[in-house]
Each structure stands twice: as C-alpha cells, then as structure tokens.
C-alpha cells in the first residue's frame, strides 16, 4: 500500500496519496507520517495546516525518518507550524545527518556559524559544511567559500575560496554565479 501511496502522490492525485496515507498512518507506518506532513504544509489533498504538517513531520521524525527529522529542523528554525526554537532545530538538524541527510549537514554548520542555537563554533562550521560541499550541495560550497575567503574555522585560502565558489555557480547557485561574474568583469579571475 505504500507503493500505490507514493504513485498516487506522484500522479498528483493528492486526494487519493491523502486517504492511502492517512490508511498507514493508522497501521504506524513510519513514512506515512512524513508525507502527510507533506499533504499538510502543501495543501495538497487538505486544507494547508502547518500546524498539522509540523506535528505530521514530528511524529515521522521521532521514528527516525530522516527527511521528517529535516522538516521539523527547518520548520522549528523558521517557527512554521511551532514555536520557533533554534536549539531543537540544531537537534533535528544534527538527527537528520547522522542519517545522511546532506541539506541538514549544511544548515546545522549554518547553526555553528552563527552560534544560533548552539555554541558558535567556525572549526565545527566548517566540517559539517566541506561534508555537505563535498556532497555536491551547493549552498554548503559557496558557504564553505565563504568560511576559506575569511579564513573562518580553516587557514584563510583566496583560491579555494573561488574554486568552491565556482563549483556553487556551476550548480547554479545564484549569488555566486553574481559573485563569479564580477570577478570576471573586474579582471580578478579568468573562468
């Protein structure tokens, strides 16, 4: 059932994906959780409740599903559905990539970075973010730019700087190709 689930959900026959997983969430299913949680923050096949997506996700997140485990980080880092609450989003962020979550490895550096909800820390930054980078995320290569081009958590690197800030336009990020273009429009690099 979760299969024909998952297809009514991809077929974009929400009201069909809602009813089939409102079925497993009954039976304890753990994804099923998750993609209420889904339904509900979309609005797909429902009323939109971020309330309930949040609750959804947390109940998903909580029987270690990691995509729930990064719905609820972000939710509670942006207050969406809940208080917001930057400490518990760091928890669920760091729940997320213990699971190979690779967006949760980004935005928990993004936590150490700023000291948001955890101690600042630059070296722990900037781990989590070569993790991430490494990974093909390109948020966390032009973060991880950032952090070499102001030798935050590593040695100061001009040249490494760019190369993961090239790496992040590559993949389209849109304030490094800015930031690319200019280099180039200003002599500094040559692409």
């Given at each position: ?144 730019g950032a952090l070499y081009d102001m030798g935050l958590g590593c040695e100061e690197d001009k040249e ?32």
């Amino acid at each position: 059932m979760l299969q024909t689930a998952y297809n009514a959900l991809l077929a974009k026959e929400y009201d069909k994906a809602f009813g089939l997983y409102t079925e497993l969430e009954k039976q304890k299913e753990p994804v099923s959780y998750y993609y209420l949680g889904f339904l509900y923050f979309r609005g797909f096949g429902v009323e939109a409740d971020t309330k309930k997506a949040f609750n959804c996700y947390l109940e998903a997140a909580t029987r270690e599903v990691p995509l729930a485990q990064f719905e609820v980080a972000l939710m509670l880092e942006n207050g969406e559905g809940c208080e917001q609450n930057f400490s518990e989003a760091a928890f669920w962020y760091e729940e997320a990539a213990k699971r190979g979550n690779i967006d949760a490895f980004n935005n928990l550096a993004a936590m150490f970075r700023e000291g948001q909800g955890v101690e600042q820390d630059y070296k722990k930054a900037y781990v989590l973010f070569k993790k991430a980078a490494m990974a093909n995320n390109a948020q966390a290569q032009f973060n991880l730019g950032a952090l070499y081009d102001m030798g935050l958590g590593c040695e100061e690197d001009k040249e490494k700087a760019i190369e993961w800030c090239r790496k992040a336009a590559f993949q389209g990020h849109q304030k490094a190709k800015e930031i690319m273009h200019r280099m180039q429009q200003d002599g500094q690099i040559v692409f």
